[in-house]
């Protein structure tokens, strides 16, 4: 019997705030994937959006706290160490070149993110270093451009668990049960004055009073 390779999930996000749809997606994506562990990514300045609300390392305090004591899930935060826009494709270079050829590499994005895949920086890199995972979000149908579509449904596995048995080059797509909670709508909450609580976790709502984030809109 040839031993499994170790699996190593990547999910990255601004986590402007981290909160509950997040984690609960961490969770059961490892638990489906059968994988070692799950690590969030907190993007440094995401090159398609304005600027955070919190700065990076707030948001990084934030990922830390949300995470700890949960075994198997990890934070990751080589991308928030560079001065410039980060760019998925290197930090998966950067993870390639440190996890090994054999190890399997599965990268997450939900499909608000994939909707807008063609303007990534070397999109159709990215299967040279790690799977291609799409989080089917309830709001976003799984759409891309036709470039993207192609390219991917020629790397398409039918079953998530396929992925497994390779290092790296696949594409597959997933639905989870989702909580709808998002970032903005936490921030939105804050600047009004309204709850957030069982919306992240405590001690994340605690990290926001304290620093006095999100207040204006
Ligand atoms: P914002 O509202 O600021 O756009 P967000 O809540 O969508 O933020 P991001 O940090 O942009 O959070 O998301 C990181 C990743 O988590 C993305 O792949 C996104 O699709 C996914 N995600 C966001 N909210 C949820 C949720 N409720 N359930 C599952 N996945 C989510």
């Given at each position: 019997?040839?031993?499994?390779?170790?699996?190593?999930?990547?999910?990255?996000?601004?986590?402007?705030?981290?909160?509950?749809g997040?984690?609960?997606s961490?969770?059961?994506?490892?638990?489906?994937?059968?994988?070692?562990?799950?690590?969030?990514?907190?993007?440094?300045?995401?090159?398609?959006?304005?600027?955070?609300?919190?700065?990076?390392?707030?948001?990084?305090?934030?990922?830390?706290?949300?995470?700890?004591?949960?075994?198997?899930?990890?934070?990751?935060?080589?991308?928030?160490?560079?001065?410039?826009?980060?760019?998925?494709?290197?930090?998966?270079?950067?993870?390639?070149?440190?996890?090994?050829?054999?190890?399997?590499?599965?990268?997450?994005?939900g499909s608000d993110a994939y909707a807008?895949?063609?303007?990534?920086?070397?999109?159709?890199?990215?299967?040279?270093?790690?799977?291609?995972?799409v989080l089917e979000r309830a709001d976003y149908p799984l759409e891309?451009?036709?470039?993207?579509?192609?390219?991917?449904?020629?790397?398409?596995?039918?079953?998530?668990?396929?992925?497994?048995?390779?290092?790296?080059?696949?594409?597959?797509?997933?639905r989870l049960?989702q909580l709808p909670i998002s970032a903005t709508d936490?921030?939105?909450?804050?600047?009004?004055?309204?709850?957030?609580?069982?919306?992240?976790?405590?001690?994340?709502?605690?990290?926001?009073?304290?620093?006095?984030?999100?207040?204006?809109?």
């Open positions: 019997m040839t031993t499994p390779h170790r699996h190593i999930v990547v999910f990255g996000g601004t986590f402007d705030p981290i909160h509950h997040h984690l609960r961490a969770i059961e994506l490892k638990e489906l994937l059968g994988a070692d562990e799950l690590r969030l990514m907190p993007s440094h300045r995401p090159p398609l959006r304005g600027e955070p609300g919190a700065s990076s390392q707030q948001r990084l305090t934030m990922v830390q706290a949300a995470v700890e004591g949960e075994p198997g899930l990890r934070v990751d935060d080589r991308e928030l160490g560079r001065d410039a826009a980060s760019y998925t494709v290197e930090s998966l270079r950067d993870l390639r070149a440190e996890l090994g050829e054999a190890v399997t590499l599965t990268m997450v994005v807008r895949l063609q303007h990534w920086q070397q999109w159709s890199s990215l299967l040279d270093y790690a799977h291609l995972l891309a451009a036709p470039e993207v579509a192609m390219a991917m449904n020629a790397r398409r596995v039918s079953h998530v668990a396929d992925l497994a048995s390779e290092p790296a080059g696949k594409f597959a797509s997933v049960r936490i921030r939105e909450r804050v600047a009004c004055g309204r709850s957030i609580r069982y919306l992240l976790p405590d001690v994340v709502a605690a990290h926001i009073a304290r620093w006095g984030l999100y207040q204006t809109k």
